[in-house]
């Protein structure tokens, strides 16, 4: 049934635009949380074998967008930032390589976390985008307590669906949900579990 309303709380797909916060994080275990016998030797930070990364994209004043990426290399990123948003928007990223080529189709300014730096000039940063990884990551461990990789998508929809709907009344979000739910294909059991 929770995945069912996950379903209906699916992120919209109009594209963004103005001053956007992009930012990725890894979703998963910490090794030493774990039984010896099932710790991944050597896997730190952004270990792809034992977390799920995460892509955001946060139009300041407006919604938050969030999916789940294979990895965050560069040609990952450059093609989710392509998809969601128009041109003439300014981005906001950190310092992480993969934002490096943006700039060739973006106003694009970034502020230097390897040197501590989080906030420049007053506007430039991406704390928006790092509030909303912190909000999803305190449901993760304080609710769910462990995402399956395969349904951390659903997840992430959850997550995106309440922040962006934070503001509205609780009548019009269970009105837009019960729409979304009748309006959906159906999610069969078997697909859950297989």
């Known amino acids: 049934m929770d995945h069912r309303i996950r379903k209906a709380m699916k992120q919209g797909k109009s594209q963004l635009f103005g001053t ?27 270990n792809l074998d034992t977390k799920t990364p995460i892509f955001g994209m946060l139009q300041r004043g407006g919604e938050i967008r969030a999916s789940v990426v294979p990895n965050a290399k560069m040609r990952t990123v ?31 300014e970034t502020v230097r976390h390897s040197l501590g730096q989080y906030v420049r000039d ?30 951390m998508q659903r997840y992430v929809d959850e997550f995106a669906c309440r922040f962006n709907t934070s503001q509205q009344s609780f009548a019009d979000v269970f009105a837009a949900m019960v729409t979304s739910a009748s309006d959906s294909s159906p999610l069969p059991y078997k697909s859950l579990i297989q």
């Open 78 to 108: 450059e093609q989710k930032i392509v998809e969601n948003f128009q041109l003439g928007s300014k981005i906001h990223t950190d310092d992480f390589v993969s934002y490096d080529r943006v700039k060739n189709w973006y106003q694009h």
């Open 20 to 46: 956007i916060e992009v930012d990725e994080t890894y979703v998963g275990g910490k090794e030493h949380n774990k039984h010896r016998n099932k710790r991944v030797i050597g896997a730190r930070g952004r």
């Open 122 to 151: 007053g506007l430039i940063h991406t704390n928006g985008a790092e509030s909303f990884w912190a909000l999803f990551k305190r449901g993760y461990v304080g609710i769910y307590h462990w995402m399956s990789p395969k349904h």
